[in-house]
């Protein structure tokens, strides 16, 4: 296990922004004369940076239905496929997810359909 002082130093560092992060990482080579420093750990700083610009797969989400629950029924039946009552019970769950693991592109066109019809969607 690290030290007390180490392990102090570590958590000191995952506040830093990433531009904080980068001036840190200039000055240790500035400092210490070395031009190679360890990649972050996924999940700080950088890492999260690299692993977000690489997810393929996105969740939809249905925040709100708006003011024309009708017309947002509607999509959802059309696009999910399901019956009225199906479609009914999705809709007034909100927010809910409404679909799972789709490329981006598809994310999109469900998010512009349900926008079209006076609904709130997110897309994560």
């Known amino acids: 296990?690290?030290?007390?002082k180490i392990t102090k130093f570590v958590e000191d560092i995952k506040?830093?922004?990433?531009?904080e992060l980068a001036e840190l990482v200039d000055?240790?080579?500035?400092?210490?004369?070395?031009?190679?420093?360890?990649?972050?750990a996924p999940g700080a700083g950088a890492?999260?940076?690299?692993?977000?610009a690489a997810k393929t797969e996105f969740d939809v989400v249905?925040?709100?239905?708006?003011?024309?629950?009708?017309?947002?029924?509607?999509?959802a039946k059309e696009v999910l496929g399901l019956g009225l009552k199906e479609a009914k019970e999705v809709v007034e769950s909100?927010?809910?997810a409404i679909k799972e693991g789709v490329s981006e592109?598809?994310?999109?066109?469900i998010k512009?359909?349900?926008e079209a019809a006076g609904a709130t969607i997110e897309i994560k």
């Not at 890492?47 to 977000?52: F, L």
Request: aromatic share 6%; charged share 20%; glycine share 6%.
């Open 105 to 109: 592109a598809e994310a999109n066109e």
């Open 112 to 114: 512009e359909k349900f």
């Open 1 to 4: 296990m690290a030290s007390e």
């Open 62 to 75: 249905l925040t709100s239905f708006g003011d024309a629950k009708m017309a947002v029924i509607k999509v």
């Open 94 to 96: 909100a927010p809910k």
């Open 47 to 52: 890492g999260a940076a690299d692993t977000a």
């Open 27 to 40: 000055a240790i080579q500035e400092e210490f004369g070395v031009t190679a420093v360890v990649a972050a």
């Open 15 to 19: 506040t830093l922004s990433v531009l």
